[in-house]
Structures are given as C-alpha cells and as structure tokens.
C-alpha cells in the first residue's frame, strides 16, 4: 500500500483529506470489518477490544487518540456503543458507505447465530450441545474482557487523576450501584475541571497512544473527514434517517393491525433504542422488565436463556431483543403463520434497535471531527476515558460472576447496592476453560478467534462427557 498520496489542501480547521483519495481500500475495509464481526464476544469490553487490536494495533488505521475520542463521544449515545464505534470508524475510512458496510457487518453474525438459535429454541427446547458450546465460549470472553481492561488502561489512563477517575467510576457503579449516565456525566465534569484549573493532571502527551513502535497511522491524526457538519447534511441525513427508520413500522401497523403484536414490539423496541442509556445491563433489565411483566411475550426464565444466547453470540448484548420478539410473536402471531411472525418480528425489532445508532453517529462523527482539537472537550472526554476503562471493568466483573457462579446474593446496606456471587454455586467447567483462555492468551500470544474456538471445544467436550455445566 502506497502512501505517497498527494497532500491535502488546508482549511481554516485543518489539513482535509479529499473523498477520492481512500488511504485505505475499500475492499480491504470491507474484508476486516467482516472479520472483526466473526469475533465480536463478550459484549461491548470484548468487541472493543477485538477493534482496538485489528484497527489501531495491528493494521495501524486510525491513532489510539483518534479510536478514543470515537468511544467517548459513542459512550455517550443511546445504544449498543461497540457497534456506534464501528459505525464512526466506517464512516472515517469511507464516509457514508463505510460506516454503513462496518456497523451492518458488525451486527450481522449476531443476527443470523440468534435468528437460528432461537428457531432450535421454539422447536426443540433443550439445547444441550449449543449449551455447552457456549458455555466454553463465555469462559473464553472473560480472559478477553481482562485483556480489553489492560489494553484500554494502560493506554488511556496517562496521569493519577485519570487512574482515580476511573476506580472511582468503577466503584460507583459495582459497590454503590450509581447510574451509567450519572458516573459519564461527573467524569466529564471532572475531565473539564482538571483541564481548566490543574491541566498539570492531564499531561497532553503521546502516552495517550503509547509508544509508537510501529508506523504512523494511515490516517493521520491532524487530518479531518472531508464531510463537513453542515446544516444541508445534518438535515439530509436526519430525514432520510427517519425514514428508513418509522418506514417498516409504519407498514407492518398497515398489514397486520394496529393492535398487533409485530406493531407493539416496533413501537417498544423504537422507543426503548433512543433512551437506552446506561450500558447494556441496564437497558436489558427495562426491555426485560416490560417484556415479562408487562407485555407477556416470555417468561423471566426464557429471558436468562435468551440473554444468555445474546453474551455468547457475536454482536452486541442488545440483540437478546431479538429472541425477545421471536418468542413473543410465534406465541401470538395473529392471522399469520407463527414460524412467519417470528421471523418478521425478530427483523423488525432488530431494525428498528439498530437504525437510530446509525443515525446518532452519521449526525454526530462531523461534528466531533471538528471539536477534537477544541481543549476544554478534549479534557472532558479524557475523564469520560477514565471512566470507560471502569466501566469495561465492571462489565468485566459482572460478566465473570454470573458465568463462573450459578447463585448469586444482592447485598444492600446503606448507599451499598452490590450483588455478589454465592461460593457454594462455583461452576468447576466454565472456572477451568477460562484458565485455559487466559494461558493461550497472555502466555502463548493467540489469537482472540482461536481462543475462541480451541475454548467452544473444551466446552462441547465437557457436555459430551456428561460434566455439570450448571
């Protein structure tokens, strides 16, 4: 790959790369994005990961402070952050058509594994060998979580108040129980204080990115997107957004009636996609509440199940909704053929979750290319940063207690609102594959996928051989 492109003209904001000139085909964009979708486990700490070591480590695309400032603007949207970021980044490599291609591709696996994963669920009940696959794979994400929390820290934590920072976020959301957005908001805050009254605390350094052993990124750091945040774009793509988005709503409301319940789980799950905020665990006890308790679509046993199908699939946690709405719509599927309705709705709501994050960033990613030199917001993202790693850490921890225990005891006293796992529930089998992840992680250097697939193994051979997985 040449990169003796010619240099771009300046602007009053800074150097702009011209749209024809793709530092980065887009065949070869199309091609990774793909295969980052193979490994996105684990949830937003895992899929993170997964992009921080193909885009920023190993093909050297973006910078690490450029992948940053992506994650803290799409921490702070509503929905699936992991996908917004793959969003953002498409849409830096290729504009339009390559945040569309990442962020497609990157919830496309997840669609297909849960699609059928839930069919062999309403056919056939027990899924003994699936179970134990994914049992084997779920391990395997725990030593991919604690590799994500290592990565992140060590390169976005560049000063003790950033340190603090994040323990502090970590500890208000495990111990204390406070909300995501309430922690993302004090550690802005925080960020913009230091960097206004003690800005000696946020050392404006390349510790940010770490050492640059490699080259430099293909696309620079002090080169902006050529699409600039106009009115006419911001107008553009809110109502071609809008549309795409209420379009099939619309119909289904038309075909199937208003009171349906394809129509029902448009209009929830549309909803629930733009005030999603808190992280994936907190949306998924709202959709959880509302779908057991207050539209019946399944029971809360069937919930677990389900969300344990969507942590151990590709793509983000959110997609339990999926199982969600084909579950509720084979149980009431109305004029049409149950295998039909489920198979819309389970489309349906996955469109109508996933259109808005497209929305969000393609409205978005101009404006904060042009705001990444602006100080004050620099120093807020950079707390927003901090606080990322502690979130990634309590996902980390929430995620090992209910994969390596089967009970867990909540435990409230005071401002404590913590839940912490039952040591006579301890799973021996899940407990021994992600030792193993981790020694062929840490210690023999493989790959993310192949940790992956040697960990699935382990788990199929543990059901075969008849050991508990429970």
């Given at each position: 790959?040449?990169?003796?492109?010619?240099?771009?003209?300046?602007?009053?904001?800074?150097?702009?790369?011209?749209?024809?000139?793709?530092?980065?085909?887009?065949?070869?964009?199309?091609?990774?994005?793909?295969?980052?979708?193979?490994?996105?486990?684990?949830?937003?700490a895992?899929?993170?990961?997964?992009m921080?070591?193909?885009?920023?480590?190993?093909?050297?695309?973006?910078?690490?402070?450029?992948?940053?400032?992506?994650?803290?603007?799409?921490?702070?949207?509503?929905?699936?952050?992991?996908?917004?970021?793959a969003?953002?980044?498409?849409?830096?490599?290729?504009?339009?058509?390559?945040?569309?291609?990442?962020?497609?591709?990157?919830?496309?696996?997840?669609v297909?594994?849960?699609?059928?994963?839930?069919?062999?669920?309403?056919?056939?009940?027990?899924?003994?060998?699936?179970?134990?696959?994914?049992?084997?794979?779920?391990?395997?994400?725990?030593?991919?979580?604690?590799?994500?929390?290592l990565?992140?820290?060590?390169?976005?934590?560049?000063?003790?108040?950033?340190?603090?920072?994040?323990?502090?976020?970590?500890?208000?959301?495990?111990?204390?129980?406070?909300?995501?957005?309430?922690?993302?908001?004090?550690?802005?805050?925080?960020?913009?204080?230091?960097?206004?009254?003690?800005?000696?605390?946020?050392?404006?350094?390349?510790a940010?990115?770490?050492?640059?052993?490699?080259?430099?990124?293909?696309?620079?750091?002090?080169v902006?997107?050529?699409?600039?945040?106009?009115?006419?774009?911001?107008?553009?793509?809110?109502?071609?957004?809008?549309?795409?988005?209420?379009v099939?709503?619309a119909?289904?409301?038309?075909?199937?009636?208003?009171?349906?319940?394809?129509?029902?789980?448009?209009?929830?799950?549309?909803?629930?996609?733009?005030?999603?905020?808190?992280?994936?665990?907190?949306?998924?006890?709202?959709?959880?509440?509302?779908?057991?308790?207050?539209?019946g679509?399944?029971?809360?046993?069937?919930m677990?199940?389900?969300?344990?199908?969507?942590?151990?699939?590709?793509?983000?946690?959110?997609?339990?909704?999926?199982?969600?709405?084909?579950?509720?719509?084979?149980?009431?599927?109305?004029?049409?053929?149950?295998w039909v309705?489920?198979?819309?709705?389970?489309?349906?709501?996955?469109?109508v979750?996933?259109?808005?994050?497209?929305?969000?960033?393609?409205?978005?990613?101009?404006?904060?290319?042009?705001l990444?030199?602006?100080?004050?917001?620099?120093?807020?993202?950079?707390?927003?940063t901090?606080?990322?790693?502690?979130v990634?850490?309590?996902?980390?921890?929430?995620?090992?207690?209910?994969?390596?225990?089967?009970?867990t005891?909540?435990?409230?006293?005071?401002?404590?609102?913590?839940?912490?796992?039952?040591?006579?529930?301890?799973?021996?089998?899940?407990?021994?594959?992600?030792?193993?992840?981790?020694?062929?992680?840490?210690?023999?250097?493989?790959?993310?996928?192949?940790?992956?697939?040697?960990?699935?193994?382990?788990?199929?051979a543990?059901?075969?051989?008849?050991?508990?997985l429970?």
């Open positions: 790959m040449t990169r003796d492109t010619p240099r771009p003209q300046d602007t009053a904001q800074g150097p702009v790369r011209p749209p024809e000139q793709d530092a980065v085909p887009f065949r070869a964009a199309v091609r990774t994005w793909f295969l980052v979708s193979l490994q996105t486990f684990g949830g937003p895992g899929q993170i990961a997964v921080q070591r193909a885009l920023v480590d190993e093909k050297r695309w973006i910078g690490q402070r450029r992948f940053l400032h992506a994650l803290n603007y799409c921490t702070l949207l509503p929905g699936p952050e992991a996908q917004q970021l969003t953002y980044v498409g849409w830096l490599l290729h504009g339009t058509r390559g945040g569309l291609v990442a962020g497609g591709l990157f919830v496309l696996p997840g297909v594994a849960l699609l059928a994963l839930s069919a062999v669920y309403v056919a056939f009940g027990d899924t003994t060998a699936v179970t134990a696959v994914f049992t084997g794979l779920a391990a395997a994400v725990l030593a991919i979580v604690v590799q994500a929390v990565r992140v820290a060590r390169k976005a934590l560049d000063g003790r108040a950033l340190l603090v920072l994040a323990v502090a976020s970590f500890l208000a959301l495990f111990v204390v129980g406070v909300p995501f957005p309430v922690v993302v908001a004090l550690a802005g805050a925080a960020g913009w204080a230091l960097g206004r009254w003690r800005p000696s605390a946020l050392p404006r350094t390349q940010a990115e770490g050492p640059e052993a490699g080259p430099a990124p293909v696309v620079s750091d002090d902006l997107h050529h699409e600039a945040p106009t009115a006419r774009r911001t107008l553009r793509v809110l109502l071609v957004g809008l549309l795409v988005w209420g099939p709503i119909a289904v409301a038309v075909l199937t009636g208003a009171g349906s319940v394809l129509t029902e789980q448009g209009l929830f799950f549309s909803g629930a996609a733009v005030v999603t905020f808190g992280g994936a665990y907190a949306v998924l006890a709202y959709v959880a509440q509302q779908a057991v308790a207050v539209y679509w399944l029971s809360p046993g069937e677990v199940r389900g969300l344990a199908l969507a942590e151990t699939t590709p793509g983000p946690l959110i997609m339990v909704v999926q199982f969600v709405a084909f579950l509720g719509a084979y149980r009431d599927p109305g004029a049409l053929d149950p309705a489920a198979v819309l709705a389970s489309l349906l709501v996955t469109w979750t996933f259109v808005p994050s497209f929305l969000f960033v393609l409205l978005g990613a101009p404006y904060m290319e042009r990444r030199g602006n100080r004050s917001l620099s120093a807020a993202l950079k707390g927003i901090a606080a990322v790693v502690g990634i850490a309590n996902l980390g921890v929430y995620f090992a207690v209910h994969t390596l225990f089967s009970e005891v909540h435990v409230d006293g005071g401002p404590l609102s913590l839940e912490v796992p039952d040591p006579t529930t301890l799973r021996p089998v899940p407990l021994g594959i992600a030792l193993v992840a981790a020694v062929l992680l840490f210690r023999r250097g493989w790959s993310v996928l192949r940790t992956l697939g040697v960990c699935a193994v382990l788990g199929l543990a059901g075969l051989a008849g050991l508990s429970g």
